[in-house]
Structures are given as structure tokens and as C-alpha cells.
């Protein structure tokens, strides 16, 4: 199938392209970002970045996209299918983030416990990490101990301080996700890292708001 890339990312309105990617699950290049909501139906989102709803209490995104690479979101998706079967889904608080704005959120706070330094970047910035949690089937998030971006040692999938439903969310949110391909991050329960997504190189494109 011949397809057209704009900024070196896949249209969200081609349904023959994405039934493509899925049942082939190599016809694009892992260079090629793709929209996240254009492969999927079954995510909740909750773009953090793109609201004042953070630590850095500004939005640095100027509208709430998640762009991934294709093998990132191929391993999403299968997790995702998995935790439904459980009556649960995924929610989205961060995909792809671009240099640019990890260079902007450096400005804001130039702390390395709380942001990447971006001459070294991030997975995020390379299309291989996501931050997440879970909703059940009413759309309410499972109790993880403590909220997204909560820079302290309750955030540690180490941390034994909590109660046994925080142990047993973090734990089915764990196991899963490195079903699938991932990796957690120690000190951010949140946090995802695609095997290998480290060997990626850094990328700074920057999505279309406007893009159909």
C-alpha cells in the first residue's frame, strides 16, 4: 500500500492503512510516528502535558496527541486487549515527546530528578515510553498509591508502605506491561519503557493539532 506521511507521521483517518499495520505488523518504517487514536478505539486519555494538570503547572503541549512508534504501539495495543479481557483499560498521561519540549520543560525546571536532560533525551523522546495508569469499566482510575508525577519514594514500585489494593493495581499493571514487550521504571509506577526503545534515536518532530 502506497501512504503519504506527513512530518513523518501516519494520517489518523486511514482505515485500510491501520488494518494493514496491525495484520503485518511491518509495512511501516519504526522512523514513521503514528497516532495512537487512529490505531485504537479502546484507550482513555488524559494528556497531562497539554493542560496546566502537572508538575511544571503549565501546558507545554498545544493539544493532547499521542504519537508513538509503530512496534510502541503494536505492544500497547496487546497489552491494552489483555487488561480489557480483566474488565480494565489503559489510560494515556504521555506518549511521544518531542526534543523541543523536553528542552522547554528543562527551562522550567532544570532538575534531573524530575526531568531528562535533553542533551542526553528520554524514551519518551525517542516514541518508546508512556506514562499510564488503569480505569475499570465505569472509567474510574485504580488506586495507585499516589498521583502521576509525584516525585517522592511512595511513586516506587519498591515502596511497601501502601495498602494491599495499591500492591495488587501496581502488581497487575506491572505484570502485564512486561508481558508485552515493556519495562517499568523504578521509581515511577506510571512510567513504561519499550525493550530496547533506549537504542532509537532522539526525534523532534512536532504533530499537527489541526491534522485529519
Partial sequence: MNCKTVNNTIPVSNPELKAEIISTKSIISDTTFISLRAMSADFVYDM??????????????????????????LSLIEANKEFITLGYRIKIFDCY?????????????????????????SIHNRGCAVDITLVDSKGKELDMGTSFDFFGEASSHNYTNVS???????????????????????????????????????ANFNWNCNQE
Avoid at 506491572?174 to 532509537?200: A, R, T, V
Wanted: glycine share 4%.
Fill in 48 to 73: 497531562k502535558y497539554a493542560t496546566n494538570d502537572n508538575f511544571l503547572k503549565q501546558a507545554v503541549y498545544d493539544c493532547p496527541e499521542c504519537y508513538l512508534r509503530q512496534k510502541t504501539i
Fill in 97 to 121: 515527546r518531542p526534543l523541543s519540549i523536553q528542552k522547554k520543560m528543562w527551562q522550567i525546571v532544570p532538575n534531573p530528578i524530575y526531568v531528562a536532560d535533553p542533551a542526553k533525551g
Fill in 164 to 202: 494491599e489494593e495499591v500492591k495488587k493495581n501496581r502488581k497487575l499493571l506491572k505484570e502485564i506491561m512486561l508481558k508485552h514487550n515493556f519495562k517499568s521504571f523504578d521509581s515511577e509506577w506510571w512510567h513504561y519503557n519499550l525493550n530496547g526503545g533506549n537504542l532509537e534515536k532522539l
